[in-house]
């Protein structure tokens, strides 16, 4: 969790109590090679990052949601035209943060604070946010707000229609999100339930929905943007990620190498002969 808490104010007295912790983060090691040698540095994985607010000010929490697309699945489906099973190609998204803001005793959640943490995580880290929505619920001050700083923002809403959620559904179902745990989210998810016109959430006491609100917005937006740089032929390429198992605590390899050339097995990624001039005495008489 790139936060100290699941929870906060963003009002605390203390500054350091709760704030951003930017290594947990999805980084990747960056080389930048020259005829001298190399130099190694840490830079956010290259994607476009989508986030989604899901306003409050008294009564529920404001829920904080940003992911990113972070490589490519190839998924079964039943095509009932052809009456086979055919496969897809669809993106597999990487939660970033999942963060709940709670209005403090006697008072009212402040959003500039929550707008905050997306200008930091813009201009102290680098994460170029592809889109920032926020519910209808009195947003039009946050998206003017944002669209002054030079952030392409709108208001979205998922109780519009059943879409973005059946979007979010599909993409736990195929196992194409990675998350953090975060307890709230998976009470919330589990406790969902299908209204009239739109998904719910329990009418008991403590019932909530804010951070699954956050979720399916930013998985429509991240699969939204992903078919129309599919269709662009756009310069970057994704790499497929394989299904995987994953052990408590460690991170999955295949996020490690979902970008750039992945060797396919049994196979080096890269051969002397293909190196660069200035990199071939690293390799010796070593083929590969």
Not at 2 to 22: A, I, K, N, S, Y
Not at 31 to 39: K, L, S, V
Not at 82 to 100: G, H, I, Q, S
């Amino acid at each position: 969790h790139p936060f100290t808490h699941f929870e906060v104010t963003l009002q605390h007295r203390d500054p350091g109590v709760e704030r951003l912790l930017p290594e947990n983060l999805h980084w990747t090691d960056r080389t930048n090679w020259n005829e001298y040698g190399h130099r190694t540095e840490k830079k956010l994985f290259d994607a476009l990052y989508f986030a989604h607010v899901d306003l409050s000010k008294t009564r529920d929490a404001t829920g904080l949601v940003i992911a990113h697309v972070c490589g490519t699945r190839k998924v079964v489906r039943f095509e009932a035209t052809e009456m086979k099973d055919v496969e897809e190609l669809k993106p597999v998204m990487r939660v970033d943060l999942a963060l709940r803001v709670l209005p403090p005793p006697q008072g009212e959640i402040d959003i500039p604070r929550v707008r905050g943490i997306l200008y930091e995580l813009h201009r102290r880290h680098g994460m170029e946010f592809g889109n920032v929505t926020f519910d209808s619920f009195g947003s039009q001050e946050a998206v003017k707000s944002m669209k002054d700083k030079g952030f392409n923002a709108d208001v979205f809403s998922v109780d519009k229609d059943m879409s973005a959620y059946e979007t979010l559904r599909t993409a736990l179902y195929d196992q194409r999100i990675f998350c953090y745990r975060v307890p709230v989210l998976e009470r919330e998810l589990s406790q969902l339930e299908y209204g009239e016109h739109k998904v719910e959430h329990p009418a008991t006491a403590g019932g909530s929905k804010d951070l699954a609100d956050a979720l399916a917005a930013v998985v429509q937006h991240c699969e939204d943007n992903w078919r129309a740089a599919v269709g662009s032929r756009g310069l970057f390429q994704f790499g497929e990620i394989e299904p995987h198992t994953q052990e408590p605590g460690k991170l999955p390899p295949e996020m490690e190498a979902a970008y750039g050339k992945v060797a396919t097995k049994g196979e080096p990624a890269l051969r002397a002969q293909e190196a660069p001039e200035y990199l071939k005495h690293l390799f010796g008489d070593n083929e590969e």
